[in-house]
């Protein structure tokens, strides 16, 4: 295990009905005129709004409004948030929604606060200092942005997506309401099950021996989905399972399950590339691109991916041939995958495979020229994995 700082001061509200008492907890930082930044109508629709409006007129707080954040959430809408807030003397971004509003919500309460152009921060050029004041409700168990420094956006222009790592990422404090979920389209709780997923294995695949503890626990935090997933699926009114996936969600990306240990982070790199050209949602791109990822992995590290299956899948230990065991724990994950209707190769996606080499040039890499940590990817096999992820089927692991 390697040292390791964890920082997470982000206050956790849970629990039903919690977002009616948004405008204590905006007191309780040092909250007083609040940009309550949202998406689409059904945050309006809901009475989500109103709720959020009404606790922060009752605590004597000042508001203004701007929505309208899509998911892959756009730099222009980002600008229009630092003006907004710049000209009314915003002290704290209130993000209400799912990952793209909150991360949005993210890059205006940095943005407000850097004199330059806010995508020097997405692009490396310059790194932040500071920000206002922030606060979230999520509607959505997902990106776990709720609780963690990341932060994603898409610079429209060009296509490409982009993260920002950092401590004043993590909000002030995050108002998680299972209840919120109800509503939401089974689509959207399918792609939010493979990003949880997706967000625990960038943690999971590393090299860094003497870590059982935090293998352990995203061990449990993927089964726990794996196990979930359906039943909210069938009655999303279920409580206890859209509990479970919304408290997932906020564990898989709060930092916890990455401590002592070095992350990939490798798979999400790709899929940037395909949500920013294609605009699909995360969780989907993530679920195309994943069988073909764990099977490039699959020859570094065999035991890794064999010990996936047996401790999440129930998978039998085959020591004399761990890559069996572990493509059968591939293919469980391929059949939970399909199960809940998600994709499993890029052409799923509708992505042209003309596409493929541009989708290869767009993807950041490291200084040294590869991407990953557990298994380095050169240009080279950045493109010959997005190939393979094309067309993926479950022949491919016979």
């Not at 490409?160 to 790592?165: A, E, F, N, P, S």
Request: charged letters at 20%.
């Amino acid at each position: 295990m390697l040292d390791f700082d964890l920082y997470s001061p982000t206050r956790f509200v849970f629990g039903l009905d919690r977002e009616n008492e948004v405008g204590k907890w905006v007191r309780a930082v040092g909250g007083s005129r609040v940009l309550i930044h949202y998406g689409g109508g059904s945050v309006v629709r809901s009475g989500l709004l109103d709720r959020v409006v009404r606790s922060l007129n009752d605590a004597g707080l000042w508001s203004i409004q701007l929505g309208g954040v899509k998911p892959n959430p756009r730099d222009s809408l980002v600008y229009t948030g630092i003006d907004l807030c710049r000209r009314e003397n915003i002290d704290l971004v209130l993000g209400i929604g799912g990952g793209s509003a909150l991360d949005s919500a993210k890059a205006i309460a940095l943005g407000v606060c850097y004199d330059g152009d806010f995508w020097d921060l997405y692009s490396g050029i310059a790194a932040p200092q500071k920000r206002l004041l922030l606060g979230t409700i999520v509607t959505l168990p997902a990106t776990g942005s709720e609780g963690s420094n990341s932060s994603v956006v898409l610079r429209e222009s060009e296509k490409i997506k982009r993260g920002l790592r950092s401590d004043l990422n993590r909000p002030d404090f995050s108002i998680i309401n299972p209840a919120l979920t109800y509503t939401l389209p089974a689509w959207q709780i399918a792609c939010g099950s493979a990003d949880i997923i997706a967000h625990v294995f960038e943690r999971y695949f590393s090299n860094t021996p003497d870590v059982e503890l935090t293998d352990r626990l995203c061990e449990a935090v993927i089964r726990t989905v794996v196990e979930m997933a359906g039943t909210s699926l069938n009655n999303p009114q279920d409580c206890g399972s859209r509990s479970n996936l919304m408290w997932a969600s906020t564990v898989a990306h709060n930092g916890s399950l990455g401590v002592g240990r070095q992350e990939d982070w490798s798979s999400h790199a790709l899929e940037h590339g395909i949500g920013g050209m294609y605009d699909t949602a995360h969780g989907a791109g993530l679920a195309a691109l994943t069988p073909a990822w764990l099977q490039r992995l699959l020859p570094h590290d065999p035991s890794r991916v064999a010990q996936l299956a047996v401790r999440v899948f129930d998978v039998p230990m085959d020591y004399n041939n761990p890559q069996s065991t572990a493509k059968a724990g591939i293919r469980k994950l391929v059949h939970f995958y399909q199960s809940l209707g998600l994709p499993t190769a890029l052409r799923e996606l509708g992505v042209n495979q003309r596409d493929l080499p541009e989708l290869a040039g767009k993807v950041k890499l490291k200084a040294d020229g590869t991407l990953g940590f557990y298994y380095p990817l050169t240009s080279a096999e950045i493109l010959s994995l997005y190939e393979r992820a094309f067309d993926w089927s479950l022949d491919q692991l016979d």
